[in-house]
């Protein structure tokens, strides 16, 4: 692989996510490589033996680093500022390799319990098997947060905003926590992408990636990635990543890699139209709330302005006008199945309009009663806008809206 022509310094974000690791082949094209191999031949068994030692530099095997792939990863760590980056096979393998790699049998992580539902499975069931304690905290009260630190607290893990009901935290707050306790901050930033926000500068250790959502951007890969430090990822993650082998495709690193050039454009867009779209729920008659951070009535609107470069986000969550959970779920169905355009499906991340009911989908798995804990109501449709035409998403929620009795 022919290096590219170094980057000056100081180049913006939207430059960076085209010209960043420009991967070239010997044929020097335009559009980056595709390295599409399990192995690597080596030029003799003496150079084989010091690559596997790690005395030197060089491909062995794409379980453990591929060309493609690299190029992916420094890309994205330009994006989010950070030292390194390593891809995974997806964005709950991202968080399994981060907890195999930072965790042991006997410590404690502060979790915020709005975050992803796989998420929660994850480190209160799976590393809760293998010893690993965890507290689950609400997402905006820091001094929850601050409470529940304890000697063997090593982890701090947050997601913002959250899915549904999109709820901001403070990052910079929970970093200073963090720091006091002598443990790292995560933070998820699958629904801003570094196109909005990008923790590292707050103040966070690790950014999470689900690649699958706003990176790929067109719904084509699942994919996940991990923005750190160089030293945790030789120290805690290519370990664990060599043995474990949750390693991101070099096909689905290179479509990410591919998307990350429009991001951007497509944040800005998408967080426009879901601004548009929600300004134009919160006035409809049939609508008696809608989440979104970027309307003044949100809770958090400041911080997520501030935290989230003046954009709210492409999700937004409405409650449709009710009485009870049997009217409210009936309701929220009848404004789902009246959509024409809209995708009905619970990924979000994508050029297409998805609309779903979380209740029923993405958080069918809990109980009634933890469900109206969370907040997440029988009514309430999250909408993941798209880059089609505003007038037409509205078009396509007044179908459904206008006709409920
Ligand atoms: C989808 C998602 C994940 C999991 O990502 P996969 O690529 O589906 O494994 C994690 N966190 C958030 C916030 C997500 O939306």
Redesign the pocket.
């Known amino acids: 692989m022919a290096a590219s022509k170094p980057l000056p310094q100081g180049l913006h974000l939207q430059t960076l996510a085209v010209r960043e690791a420009e991967a070239k082949s010997q044929f020097g094209e335009n559009s980056e490589a595709l390295y599409l191999t399990s192995s690597f031949v080596q030029p003799d068994a003496a150079t084989a033996a010091r690559r596997f030692a790690g005395e030197e530099d060089g491909y062995i095997y794409s379980r453990f680093t591929n060309p493609t792939v690299a190029s992916m990863e420094q890309r994205l760590a330009a994006l989010e500022g950070t030292e390194a980056c390593m891809g995974t096979s997806?964005?709950?393998?991202?968080?399994l390799l981060m907890c195999m790699g930072l965790l042991k049998a006997g410590d404690h992580v502060v979790c915020s319990q709005s975050?992803?539902g796989?998420?929660i499975k994850l480190i209160a069931g799976e590393f809760g098997k293998f010893g690993v304690q965890s507290t689950f905290v609400s997402q905006t009260d820091v001094s929850a947060w601050q409470a529940a630190i304890q000697p063997n607290t090593k982890l701090l893990f947050a997601?913002t905003p959250?899915?549904p009901l999109t709820e901001v935290c403070d990052i910079a707050a929970l970093a200073a926590v963090a720091r006091k306790a002598g443990a790292w901050l995560a933070v998820?930033n699958?629904?801003c992408s570094p196109a909005l926000q990008q923790p590292a500068k707050l103040g966070a250790d690790l950014i999470?990636h689900?690649?699958?959502?706003y990176l790929d951007g067109q719904g084509r890969v699942?994919?996940?990635a991990i923005c750190c430090s160089q030293q945790l990822i030789d120290e805690k993650f290519m370990p664990v990543m060599r043995s474990a082998g949750m390693s991101l495709s070099p096909f689905n690193a290179w479509v990410v890699l591919k998307g990350l050039e429009t991001l951007s454009i497509r944040m800005k867009a998408q967080s426009d139209n879901a601004l548009a779209l929600a300004t134009w729920l919160e006035a409809h008659p049939q609508v008696a709330r809608v989440y979104y951070p970027g309307l003044k009535s949100h809770p958090q609107h400041e911080l997520a302005l501030r935290q989230q470069s003046g954009l709210g986000g492409a999700v937004l969550s409405f409650d449709v006008k009710a009485q009870g959970p049997e009217q409210s779920r009936q309701k929220a169905f009848h404004v789902i199945d009246h959509t024409e355009v809209m995708s009905i499906t619970a990924?979000?991340?994508d050029t297409k309009t998805t609309i779903t009911h979380p209740a029923s989908t993405s958080h069918g798995r809990l109980t009634e009663v933890q469900r109206q804990a969370a907040g997440i109501g029988q009514g309430l449709v999250r909408v993941a806008v798209g880059l089609e035409h505003v007038d037409d998403l509205k078009a396509d929620l007044a179908r459904g809206l206008d006709t409920l009795i």
Do not use: H, P, R, Y
């Not at 997806?90 to 968080?95: D, N």
């Not at 689900?210 to 959502?213: A, D, P």
């Open positions: 997806s964005g709950m393998s991202a968080i975050v992803f796989s998420t997601e959250t899915n998820d699958c629904f999470i689900s690649g699958t959502k699942v994919a996940g990924n979000l991340g």
